[in-house]
Structure formats: C-alpha cells, structure tokens
C-alpha cells in the first residue's frame, strides 16, 4: 500500500522551483530569490 503511495507522490512544486533557479544560476543569469523562513515554525 505504502509503494502504491509513493509512486503516485508528484513532485513538489517548490522543489521544482529551487531546481529550475539553480540550472539558471549555473547558466549565469541573474536570479532573484525571495525565500521566507518562518522561524516561529521552526522554534516551535
């Protein structure tokens, strides 16, 4: 059951995203990244 699961999981977007702006980055445009960390999520 757990298999069936995981094989039907879809990428995360925002995965997706950081993976597309590093390929770019790479490729020496200029990329504007505007990550929010929520650091009362993260002390809690």
Do not use: R, W
Request: no cysteine; hydrophobic share 40%.
């Amino acid at each position: 059951m757990l298999k069936k699961l995981v094989k039907n999981l879809k990428p995360s977007s925002t995965l997706l995203i950081n993976e597309t702006s590093k390929k770019l980055e790479d490729q020496g445009k200029e990329i504007f990244n505007f990550k929010f960390i929520y650091l009362s999520s993260i002390l809690a």
